[in-house]
C-alpha cells in the first residue's frame, strides 16, 4: 500500500484528495500541507486525515512515499524537488512547471533520485476522450482531416493571491488550461509541426483570458484550440474530429453522450455512442493509480516528464507565436522559448 501526501488545498488539492480516497485498500491518503493552515485543516478533516503544520513535516513522514503536488505553477520546481529529494514519488499538477528550464530540471531530478514523476494531464483519462480516441483509432470517421477543441471557464479568480491571473506566475489560459488540449492533439494524432495563436493574455483585462490557437500535424489535421477564461459562471468542454468518412462530436455543455456522423447519411441520423456507465472510474484515481503502479514496477506511466515537457514546449510556442505576431515552426526542434511575463 502506498501513502499519498497531498501538497496544497486549493481546488486540485481539494480534488486529489477526494480521488485519493477512493482507491480502496491499495492506497491510502495519509494527510495534507497547505500554505493557509486553516484549508488544510478543513480539508484534512473532511476525509479524516492528518493535517501537517509544515512541507518539512509531511516530507519527513515515514507513512507517506508518494506526493501529490497541487500549488501555484510557479511553485511546483520548489516543492516537487523538495519531495523527490526526501526519497517520495511525485504526481505534480500540470503543467509541469513555469518555465522549460525548470521542467527539464525536474525531470533531471527525477532521473537523479530514481524517483516516478508523474504529470496531471488528466484529460486522456476521462471516459469520453477515450472514447474519442478508439473511435479515430477503429476508423469510424475514416482520415481526420480537422479537429476543434475547446475548453471554457470562468475566471479563475478563487485562490486568494489570484495567482492564476498572473502570467508570470500561471502563463494564462494556454499553460494553465489548453495545454490539456495540446495534450489530446499530440495523442490523437501525433506532434504538431507548426502553430499559430491569437491571445489577450490575463495580464490585460483584469484575469480574463481568452486564446485561439491552429496547430498543424504533419500527415495529419489541421487542430484549432480554443480557450476562455472569460465565461460568465461554469466550465464546460468539447471536442469536435471531422473525417473522410464522418464526424465525432462530444459537449459537455449538451447531450451526455457522444454523437457520431457519416458523410451523406439523413441529418438526423448521428448515431449515439453509448455514455459513460454511471458508476465509471474516476478520471484522478485512475490517473493516481497509474503512477503508483509505475512506483511499485507494475505498470508503463504515460504522461511522464518527458511528455509534459513536450506538451509545454508547444504551449509556449503558442505564446511565442502571440509576441511575434507570426506562426511559430516546431521542427526539428521547439525552441527552448521563455515568453516574458
Not at 479515430?136 to 480537422?146: M, Y
Not at 494564462?172 to 501525433?190: C, E, K, Q
Not at 485512475?286 to 504522461?303: F, I
Request: aromatic share 6%; hydrophobic share 45%.
Amino acid at each position: 500500500m502506498s501513502g499519498i501526501g497531498i501538497i496544497g488545498a486549493g481546488v486540485m488539492g481539494r480534488q486529489h484528495a477526494a480521488s485519493a480516497m477512493l482507491h480502496g485498500n491499495s492506497h491510502k491518503l495519509v494527510g495534507v500541507y497547505a500554505h493557509d493552515n486553516s484549508q488544510a485543516q478543513m480539508l484534512a478533516a473532511r476525509h479524516g486525515v492528518l493535517a501537517f503544520s509544515s512541507l518539512e513535516d509531511l516530507l519527513s513522514s515515514d507513512e507517506i512515499d508518494a506526493v501529490i503536488v497541487a500549488t501555484p505553477t510557479d511553485t511546483h520546481r520548489e516543492v516537487a524537488e523538495a519531495a523527490m529529494r526526501a526519497g517520495k514519488h511525485v504526481l505534480v499538477e500540470k503543467p509541469l512547471a513555469r518555465t522549460l528550464a525548470d521542467a527539464q530540471a525536474l525531470r533531471d531530478i527525477a532521473r537523479e533520485t530514481d524517483r516516478v514523476l508523474a504529470v496531471g494531464h488528466v484529460i486522456r483519462y476521462f471516459p469520453e476522450y477515450r472514447t474519442i480516441a478508439i473511435a479515430i483509432e477503429r476508423g469510424d470517421i475514416g482520415t481526420p482531416a480537422v479537429a476543434t477543441f475547446r475548453r471554457r471557464c470562468q475566471q479563475p479568480d478563487w485562490a486568494p493571491d489570484h495567482w492564476h491571473t498572473s502570467m508570470a506566475r500561471s502563463g494564462g489560459v494556454v499553460l494553465d488550461m489548453m495545454i490539456h488540449d495540446v495534450d489530446l492533439v499530440r495523442w490523437y494524432f501525433g506532434e504538431p509541426t507548426r502553430v499559430y495563436a491569437r491571445c489577450i493574455g490575463s495580464d490585460k483585462y483584469g484575469g480574463l483570458d481568452y486564446a485561439l490557437a491552429t496547430l498543424h500535424v504533419a500527415d495529419g489535421p489541421i487542430c484549432h484550440l480554443f480557450g476562455s477564461w472569460a465565461e460568465p459562471v461554469g466550465f464546460s468542454q468539447s471536442a469536435e474530429v471531422c473525417g473522410d468518412r464522418g464526424m465525432i462530436e462530444y459537449d459537455s455543455r449538451g447531450r451526455d453522450e457522444l454523437q457520431l456522423a457519416h458523410h451523406g447519411a439523413a441529418a438526423d441520423a448521428a448515431t449515439a455512442l453509448p455514455p459513460p456507465p454511471a458508476d465509471a472510474r474516476d478520471p484522478f484515481m485512475l490517473q493516481q493509480a497509474d503512477w503508483l503502479d509505475e512506483a511499485r514496477g507494475l505498470g508503463t506511466l504515460v504522461n511522464d516528464a518527458d511528455w509534459a515537457i513536450g506538451s509545454m514546449r508547444i504551449a509556449l510556442a503558442m505564446l511565442e507565436s502571440q509576441e511575434l505576431g507570426s506562426p511559430v515552426d516546431l521542427t526539428p526542434a521547439i525552441p527552448n522559448v521563455e515568453v516574458p511575463a
